[in-house]
T-cell receptor, first 112, second 115 residues
Framework: DTEVTQTPKHLVMGMTNKKSLKCEQH?????MYWYKQKAKKPPELMFV???????INESVPSRFSPECPNSSLLNLHLHALQPEDSALYLC???????????FGQGTRLTVV | AQSVTQPDIHITVSEGASLELRCNYS??????LFWYVQSPGQGLQLLLK??????LVQGIKGFEAEFKRSQSSFNLRKPSVHWSDAAEYFC?????????????FGSGTKLNVKP
């Protein structure tokens, strides 16, 4: 199993809503990542968890709240988002520092 | 500081023609280098990777890339392009941080394929 599974695939939410994005992998990877990608731009790192501990937060606004409940799961909790937060949110995982990242198919988020 | 430059924003090639996508990086140590491909609205798929050893690496879908340390380059090539290769291509460098990599992506090259 070399998959990173993201749910939902599409999400439309209002600016006052609370929603969560979910990411799951069963490859035994110990690093998991959240990226944000706007149209025609490269992925932009948001958070990195390593061994279930938050290791990198790229100065992301607090309306985005990551959570790593166990080594296979990564969540991104969303609250009070702005329309400019509309983007493709990508989850990725990697085994350790000398390996590639495997990406999920992404969640297309639209904030209305 | 680490950075990746992909000088070509768009490239159009005819089906069956050869392809070369350019990538230059800036990194203090021996880099881990990657090429990823992304179809519209999809995630990134790894084409190939370089960690060490042979500087010419083979990947999936007939792609190859050559690491040239003297030029800080990792260009992607394919001898004969297929229409299904039309996509966005990202070069990336991985910087070691404790027990994971921080990946730095180039701005991407969009490949169009003419029939």
């Amino acid at each position: 199993d070399t998959e990173v599974t993201q749910t939902p695939k599409h999400l439309v939410m209002g600016m006052t809503n609370k929603k969560s994005l979910k990411c799951e992998q069963h490859m035994g990877h110990r690093a998991m990542y959240w990226y944000k990608q706007k149209a025609k731009k490269p992925p932009e790192l948001m958070f990195v968890y390593s061994y279930e501990k938050l290791s990198i937060n790229e100065s992301v606004p607090s309306r985005f709240s990551p959570e790593c409940p166990n080594s296979s799961l990564l969540n991104l909790h969303l609250h009070a988002l702005q329309p400019e937060d509309s983007a493709l949110y990508l989850c990725a995982s990697s085994l350790d520092r000398a390996t590639e990242a495997f990406f999920g198919q992404g969640t297309r988020l639209t904030v209305v | 500081a680490q950075s990746v430059t992909q000088p070509d924003i768009h490239i159009t090639v005819s089906e069956g023609a050869s392809l070369e996508l350019r990538c230059n990086y800036s990194y203090g140590a021996t880099p881990y280098l990657f090429w990823y491909v992304q179809s519209p609205g999809q995630g990134l798929q790894l084409l190939l990777k370089y960690f060490s050893g042979d500087t010419l690496v083979q990947g999936i879908k007939g792609f190859e890339a050559e690491f040239k340390r003297s030029q800080s380059s990792f260009n992607l090539r394919k001898p004969s392009v297929h229409w299904s290769d039309a996509a966005e291509y990202f070069c990336a460098v991985g910087a070691e941080i404790y027990n994971f990599n921080k990946f730095y992506f180039g701005s991407g090259t969009k490949l169009n394929v003419k029939p």
